[in-house]
T-cell receptor, first 114, second 116 residues
Framework: AQSVAQPEDQVNVAEGNPLTVKCTYS??????LFWYVQYPNRGLQFLLK??????LVKGSYGFEAEFNKSQTSFHLKKPSALVSDSALYFC????????????FGKGTMLLVSP | EAGVAQSPRYKIIEKRQSVAFWCNPISGHATLYWYQQILGQGPKLLIQ????????DSQLPKDRFSAERLKGVDSTLKIQPAKLEDSAVYLC??????????????FGDGTRLSIL
């Protein structure tokens, strides 16, 4: 069975500093990996995805993520955090062949302080 | 483009009552998903439709939950009778095609259900 682990319930960072939100995954075969963001009382918004190719993926709002196959990780990063980045972030995985549902992690709350 | 529309946004009912949620996906999106998001957890898939056919309902509690997408566009999810553990946010999402597993899903703002 596929799974996603987001080891941190909360990440605190000061505005202007770099941020990292961690994600590791388990899936049969090769993965499709996604990051979504959820603001209070809103649905999930797609940020970026890894399908194949370059291990560094760039997405919306200046976010990027690095795929590491040997460590089965897909950490979300941003060089300079904004207060408005404060939200709940979800990592998700599905297998890239056959039928596979999208499995989400439990989420990591990012708090950016002014 | 207009996003995924869901209604109502909030619903409060007593246990053993019934409730229904409605979803209108993004125009042209063949695949529609219903997720349950319990507080502190990630979304869990309940059912996936491809056009008006069910692709996966393996995690749908079929003794109390039902869903339909009769014309391959909008969809309803029903709970009857509701239990306390059904308190959650119910999210609807859509994507262009479920066959393209690399395609992102687009989510509505959800319905927050509280069971008293």
């Amino acid at each position: 069975a596929q799974s996603v682990a987001q080891p941190e319930d909360q990440v605190n960072v000061a505005e202007g500093n770099p941020l990292t939100v961690k994600c590791t995954y388990s899936v049969s075969g090769n993965p499709y990996l996604f990051w979504y963001v959820q603001y209070p009382n809103r649905g999930l918004q797609f940020l970026l995805k890894y399908i194949t190719g370059d291990n560094l993926v760039k997405g919306s709002y200046g976010f990027e993520a690095e795929f590491n196959k040997s460590q089965t990780s897909f950490h979300l990063k941003k060089p300079s955090a904004l207060v408005s980045d404060s939200a709940l972030y979800f990592c998700a995985v599905r297998a890239n062949s056959g039928y596979s549902t999208l499995t989400f992690g439990k989420g990591t709350m990012l708090l950016v302080s002014p | 483009e207009a996003g995924v529309a869901q209604s109502p946004r909030y619903k409060i009912i007593e246990k053993r009552q019934s409730v229904a949620f409605w979803c209108n996906p993004i125009s042209g999106h063949a695949t529609l998903y219903w997720y349950q998001q319990i507080l502190g957890q990630g979304p869990k898939l309940l059912i996936q439709f491809q056009n008006n056919g069910v692709v996966d309902d393996s995690q749908l509690p079929k003794d109390r939950f039902s869903a339909e997408r009769l014309k391959g566009v909008d969809s309803t999810l029903k709970i009857q009778p509701a239990k306390l553990e059904d308190s959650a946010v119910y999210l609807c999402a859509s994507s262009l095609s479920g066959q393209g597993f690399d395609q992102p899903q687009h989510f509505g703002d959800g319905t927050r259900l509280s069971i008293l």
